[in-house]
């Protein structure tokens, strides 16, 4: 007796978005920063007011200074 498959393991569709095609190809690095809490408690509720995440608020911040 033939087994019989289902559809989305034997045929792969044009319209579904793949991992590989969300991956973001420049390198990230991680950073650590010294902050007081009254500092991270600011940025967190600053992140939060704006609906993004500190990471967001601080690389927003980063992509504004000037290249010299």
């Known amino acids: 007796m033939k087994s019989v498959k289902r559809p989305s393991t034997t045929v792969e569709p044009n319209n579904q978005v ?9 390198e990230l690095v991680r950073i650590n920063l ?12 600053y992140a939060m007011q704006k609906d993004k995440t500190m ?9 504004t200074l000037d290249e010299r």
């Open 18 to 26: 793949k991992l590989s095609d969300l991956k973001d190809t420049s």
């Open 55 to 63: 990471t967001e608020v601080i690389t927003s911040f980063i992509e």
């Open 34 to 45: 010294n902050i007081t809490k009254e500092q991270r408690n600011k940025l967190k509720s």
